[in-house]
């Protein structure tokens, strides 16, 4: 039923148009997941206003003063009362009836029809002045509307409903243009009748608006954020002041990327590289999504790429709306050209800053490092561009392009399968005896520890013709890059026999693989290895967190045994069968030692066996 009409500017009452009489308990519940989101939508309805006023004068259809354009909000504990008051544009009588009591209307969306023609700055206008209001009966069980329009002679308005579907519209008393929306808390939302509170809520939601806010008495908000700005006019300590502002307890950023699109889709914003070494981190500091100023949230997937969710920074875009919800996120064409262009603006940045200087950018690479190898796992296009400047670092600290180091070590690591064989160590220092035994044959080692490398080595397998990655205590080294060649091995078959007999014997366990191999005289006695395919499954799936068949699997280690070295000769000497025994534990247990493998018990036993030998 439409609103009764009254020429005579005497009260009124009717009932707002909707389609149902339930619309209330719908909204209280519905509307928006957080109650608190209704001061985020009053106070960027009264930026609106402010906004559509400024326009207004450009246009010159307003020629008054314009005078401090702000948005004030107050809070009376005692009176149980929050109200939002704006300078702006405000409304006559009528237009409360069309903009507040039909709610399919929006009062922003009307002005830009009007206005389309005079402006393209669209981004200015905030417009959820509709829908967005009535989100004050989340919180409220009486709101009222004091408002008085910009227009020549017009008269004030006051506008109540208790939260039914009936309201009163009556004349009132405002001297000056603008709108207070006045909010009667219900008991159940009194948490918001708190001055901490509600300067929380405005800290969110309102700190970089771009009309001042006031609160208690203070203007709470920055106006003019930096990435409303041109690069051009912003210095270095500029983008880092504005990342302590927003991050004050991180450390100072790496570099950072200034957004700046208005084709096909509008978008500003500015993104860092924070330090983060070696950790997967998406849950400490987020990138923050904005509307026109307005924070929206910082659950940023589909906007921005899942190898780029560990940068920090703002991203604004008008034309994501303010009540976004994931469905739309994932639908909508112009987050899809969002998405694609963060990734391909970041691959930019990395590519200027290799050419630029490549010392500075070794240098940063440790940190920037995971960003590169997770959107080489993730995105095809940003492979492309990630391929001439992801870096391959090894054991002596040495970095080196995917190109570089084929260069390099092609020569003496292709095997007589013409697969290029990188080896790679994961720890230093457990693994040092394999890396020393593989420098000493004038190879090469890389050091691929960071925590998504397991997945990047599959990746690069993928990506690059003939290349394999090993471990270097996968196999002996001459399995790991078999060039088809042998050595010869000083014990006969029989002998080697007898001594793979002895070592299983000994050791007796079923969760071991004992081979005789003849490997030259300085190698060790005995090396312990695991399996790359199986190491490496389990790796992934520790990575991934998940139970999988791998990584449930029990380990099967090889133990090989050289079959060139002095002691094993010794051992099949021993007529003693207890010191025989001695010697197999002895040896075997130094391998173990040699993998960090060697603990508890078994520990204890090898340092009273050393000391006993003393």
């Known amino acids: 039923m439409e609103a009764v009409q009254n020429e ?5 009452r009717g009932q707002i148009s909707i389609h149902t009489e339930n619309i209330f308990p719908i909204i209280k519940k519905f509307l928006y997941s957080d109650h608190e989101i209704f001061l985020r939508e009053l106070v960027s309805n009264a930026v609106d206003a402010t906004q559509k006023l400024r326009q207004l004068a450009s246009f010159g259809e307003f020629s008054d003063e314009l005078g401090d354009l702000k948005v004030t909000v ?35 969306s009307d002005f830009l029809e009007k206005y389309k023609d005079k402006t393209d700055d669209k981004g ?32 004030a308005a006051r506008w109540t409903c208790d939260g039914s579907t009936e309201y009163e519209l009556t004349p009132a008393e405002r001297a000056e243009r603008g709108t207070d929306i006045i909010l009667h808390i219900a008991p159940d939302s009194e948490e918001f009748l708190n001055k901490d509170r509600l300067r929380g809520i405005l800290d969110k939601y309102a700190r970089f608006l771009p009309v001042p806010i006031e609160f208690d008495g203070q203007v709470v908000n920055n106006t003019t954020p930096i990435w409303t700005k041109a690069p051009a006019d912003l210095t270095d300590e500029d983008y880092k002041t504005f990342y302590r502002e927003l991050y004050p ?56 790429p899942d190898f780029l969710m560990m940068l920090h920074g703002v991203i604004d875009s008008p034309d994501i709306p303010l009540n976004v919800s994931r469905s739309f996120l994932q639908a909508d064409a112009n987050v899809k050209k969002i998405n694609g262009y963060i990734t391909r603006k970041v691959a930019d940045k990395l590519n200027d800053l290799f050419n630029a200087d490549r010392k500075a950018f070794e240098e940063k ?24 400047f992801v870096l391959l670092k090894n054991t002596e600290g040495a970095y080196a392009t995917l190109d570089e180091y084929r260069e390099k070590v092609q020569a003496n690591q292709t095997d007589k399968n013409d697969s290029l064989i990188l080896l790679y160590t994961t720890d230093t220092k457990q693994q040092h005896a394999y890396i020393e035994s593989a420098t000493r044959r004038g190879y090469d080692v890389l050091l691929m520890d960071n925590v998504i490398d397991s997945h990047f080595i599959n990746a690069l397998e993928q990506k690059l013709e003939k290349v394999r990655f090993q471990r270097v205590d996968a196999d002996t080294l001459d399995k790991l890059i078999d060039k088809g060649l042998s050595n010869e091995s000083v014990l006969s078959e029989a ?24 490997q030259p005289t300085d190698e060790l006695p005995v090396t312990i290895t695991l399996p790359e395919f199986m190491r490496r499954m389990k790796d992934m799936s520790a990575l991934s967190g998940e139970q999988s068949f791998y990584g449930n699997l029990p380990l099967t280690y090889n133990v090989v045994v050289n079959a060139n070295h002095p002691i094993t000769s010794k051992i099949l000497a021993e007529a003693d069968a207890d010191a025989q025994k001695s010697l197999v534990k002895q040896i075997y247990d130094l391998a173990l030692l040699s993998q960090n493998m060697l603990t508890g018990a ?13």
């Open 8 to 12: 005579k500017g005497e009260s009124t």
């Open 74 to 108: 107050s809070l009376d504990e005692e009176a149980k009362t929050i109200t939002v008051s704006d300078n702006g544009i405000g409304m006559t009588a009528d237009e409360i009836k069309k903009y507040i009591n039909q709610i399919a209307f929006s009062g922003a």
């Open 124 to 155: 200015q206008i905030i417009g959820h002045f509709g829908l967005g209001f009535y989100s004050a009966f989340m919180v409220a069980e009486k709101v009222e509307i004091v408002t008085k329009s910009y227009r020549a002679n017009a008269e």
């Open 249 to 304: 307890m991180s450390e100072e950023p790496l570099f950072w990327i200034h957004l700046n699109v208005d084709y096909p889709f509008n978008l500003t914003g500015i993104l860092y590289f924070p330090r983060i070494k070696n950790e997967l981190r998406f849950q400490r500091e987020k990138i923050q999504l904005y509307s026109r100023q307005v924070f929206i949230t910082d659950e940023v997937k589909d906007v921005v």
């Open 365 to 388: 690479f440790d940190d920037i490092g995971l960003f590169i190898k997770y959107g080489i796992l993730s995105d095809d296009k940003f492979w492309e561009k990630a391929k001439n």
């Open 495 to 518: 002998d080697q026999t007898k001594l793979k007999e002895v070592f299983e014997q000994v050791l007796d366990n079923k969760m071991l693989h004992v081979s005789i191999e003849a």
């Open 602 to 614: 078994d520990l204890t036993a090898f340092v009273k066996r050393t000391v006993a030998t003393l």
